[in-house]
């Protein structure tokens, strides 16, 4: 499956689809990027006249990137009808302001019984560590 | 290995996804991992995966889809452990 199959077999659109790009993939990694674009709607309230990244869309972020993409690689030839977002957790060290680029990198703990589980982590421009956890997703 | 046994050596695996204690505490034979514990199906991929290791067996996807009580889990994982 080639890079450009996978995010086009995401089940995101505009403007909750926070895969830009796809670096590497295969059955235990994958590496992908984003662009968070200033227009982005939730710039307009978080916060108020201070535009920062929230935690939530980054770790939505981390789990497109790291959970899905991956989860649609394993799954080659197989639809998936249902997927749900299981658990997360999450440690957040440095902010991400608009027009940030970031770089996803997800390593495969397990991927059983439908579940998959990663290690993930979100890197800036400059190659610091943004955030960092392990999140699991299952097909439903 | 006896059903007791078993459920004794569960127990520790089962603990850390169940929040309502009294429920964890009246563990038995004809306990539901999902109707009386309230674990989800993702915690209970943890747990099978605990018991693969904890009795070194493997756990097919079948033996999986019927491990949601006590009892099925008692049965599988001693046909497992018998075709050692």
Redesign the interface.
């Known amino acids: 499956m080639t890079k450009q199959e996978i995010i086009s077999k995401l089940p995101y659109s505009k403007p909750f689809l926070f895969v830009d790009e796809i670096l590497s993939i295969d059955e235990n990694r994958v590496e992908g990027t984003f662009i968070f674009d200033e227009n982005l709607d939730f710039y307009k309230g978080h916060f108020k006249d201070n535009p920062v990244t929230p935690g939530v869309i980054l770790t939505e972020t981390m789990a497109q990137i790291g959970l899905v993409c991956l989860g649609i690689y394993l799954n080659e030839g197989k639809e998936i009808k249902n997927i749900?977002f299981?658990?997360s957790e999450v440690e957040f060290m440095k902010p991400i302001y608009p027009n940030e680029k970031v770089t996803v990198i997800s390593e495969k703990v397990?991927y059983?019984?439908?579940?998959l589980k990663c290690k993930v982590k979100m890197l800036n421009e400059k190659n610091e560590e943004v955030c960092s956890g392990v999140l699991?997703g299952?097909i439903l | 290995m006896n059903k007791q046994e078993i459920i004794e050596r569960l127990k520790p695996i089962v603990k850390p996804f169940v929040k309502d204690e009294e429920a964890f505490n009246g563990i038995n034979e004809k306990t539901h991992f999902i109707t009386d514990l309230n674990i989800?199906?993702?915690n209970l991929?943890d747990i099978?995966?605990d018991v693969e290791e904890a009795f070194d067996i493997e756990i097919d996807?079948e033996s999986?889809e019927k491990m949601l009580d006590l009892e099925n889990t008692i049965a599988i994982i001693q046909t497992k452990l018998a075709e050692k």
């Open positions: 749900g299981t658990s397990y059983r019984f439908g579940k699991a299952m | 989800n199906s993702a991929v099978v995966l996807n999986m």
